[in-house]
């Protein structure tokens, strides 16, 4: 089972934005599209190239000849050393997406006081006041 790691506040991470953060030694990327956040691996498949530092794009698709859309604004990322374009929300390669794809990781959104409260236990012990002094029951 994966662990969970706190990586930043939603704030930390505007749309349109991405952060670069360190999870078990991994370094990964988190991107926030429109208020919705995906996790990719920041190592190209490729070649290794930093996805942090590629640029964030949209596709460009024809029909035919002289027709072009523009399409999926700011979804998928263009690795900066040979321009390999990565689906930001699924990390499937745009030029061969069955067998490339960069790694991409599960994001969730929590509220602070959920994870204050979290599935944590302390220890606690009981603790009472005598002539001024504190004392702890261990």
Not at 29 to 47: I, Q
Not at 82 to 101: A, L, N, Q
Not at 113 to 119: D, Q, R, S
Request: with cysteine.
């Amino acid at each position: 089972m994966a662990k969970k790691h706190v990586v930043a506040a939603v704030s930390e991470i505007p749309p349109g934005g991405r952060k670069l953060v360190s999870a078990e030694g991994r370094a990964i990327v988190v991107f926030n599209l429109g208020g919705e956040f995906f996790a990719l691996s920041n190592r190209c498949p490729h070649r290794g190239g930093s996805l942090c530092h590629g640029r964030i794009t949209g596709l460009v698709e024809s029909d035919e000849p002289g027709e072009y859309r523009y399409s999926r604004r700011g979804e998928i990322i263009r690795c900066p050393w040979h321009s390999w374009e990565f689906d930001i929300r699924t990390g499937k390669s745009w030029c061969d997406p069955e067998r490339v794809r960069a790694r991409n990781y599960a994001v969730s959104v929590q509220p602070g006081a959920k994870l204050v409260e979290g599935p944590y236990v302390a220890e606690t012990f009981r603790v009472s006041v005598e002539n001024d002094y504190v004392v702890v029951e261990a």
